[in-house]
């Protein structure tokens, strides 16, 4: 019974939350340590000195209280949701994945000098994982309800990225294409599956290699690298 109990719990959503508050602890405890521009999103250090871990760290990196705060709260709530629908490996990848593909896109367009961090790569990516859902489940009337809020949200977020300089809209489009892509391709688990066609997720992993590749290909090009 503990072991069915433990596996109904959120446990990826907490993990990657406990990641983000030790990362966001140890960067206020010992600055000299400069977690967030070692780990941060920087396409020069990317080329220059091959530090390719950049394109996972920045997920779990945040930029003073606020931006930690926010998107902590984010995460433990809307991740619990999203895990519990979509199963607990599923939902990792997902989160992963949408995660880097924002800070791909973030590199390949992205100012030279813009360094950025944060959740909301991943974030967005669960906001995408959920308009999949509201794709294939149409006449389910609360996920159609969730949807339009996230729709609303995504928007929102989006009008307000064009005119304020700090946001990254390039990590948060990146990753929200990311959770879509990878909420097509991961589908539901156990019968939900078979309401996904396995041509739209051979599709949906096609079109997120190729993403991935054009991201690097034009971040390399843009560097003057190829």
């Not at 209280?65 to 709530?77: C, D, E, G, P």
Request: hydrophobic share 55%; net charge positive; aromatic share 18%.
């Amino acid at each position: 019974m503990n072991l069915r109990n433990w596996k109904t719990q959120p446990f990826i959503t907490i993990g990657f939350l406990s990641i983000q508050t030790a990362v966001f602890a140890l960067a206020y405890l010992l600055p000299g340590l400069m977690i967030e521009f070692r780990g941060s999103m920087f396409g020069p250090a990317v080329v220059m000195n091959h530090e390719y871990w950049r394109f996972i760290t920045p997920l779990f990196i945040h930029y003073g209280l606020m931006h930690f705060a926010v998107n902590s709260v984010i995460l433990y709530y809307m991740g619990q949701q999203v895990e519990a629908v979509y199963g607990h490996w599923r939902f990792f990848a997902i989160y992963l994945m949408s995660g880097v593909a924002g800070n791909l896109l973030s590199f390949a367009f992205n100012d030279l000098r813009v360094q950025s961090a944060g959740a909301s790569t991943g974030l967005f990516g669960m906001f995408g994982a959920f308009i999949v859902l509201g794709f294939h489940f149409k006449d389910n009337p609360m996920i159609q309800a969730m949807v339009r809020q996230f729709a609303l949200f995504i928007g929102l977020n989006f009008l307000f990225g064009i005119f304020d300089q700090t946001i990254d809209f390039y990590g948060h489009l990146g990753g929200l294409i990311g959770g879509i892509l990878m909420g097509n391709i991961v589908a539901l688990p156990l019968k939900s599956v078979k309401t996904y066609s396995i041509h739209l997720r051979i599709i949906s992993g096609m079109i997120l290699v190729f993403f991935i590749g054009f991201c690097i290909f034009y971040g390399l090009q843009k560097y003057n690298f190829l």
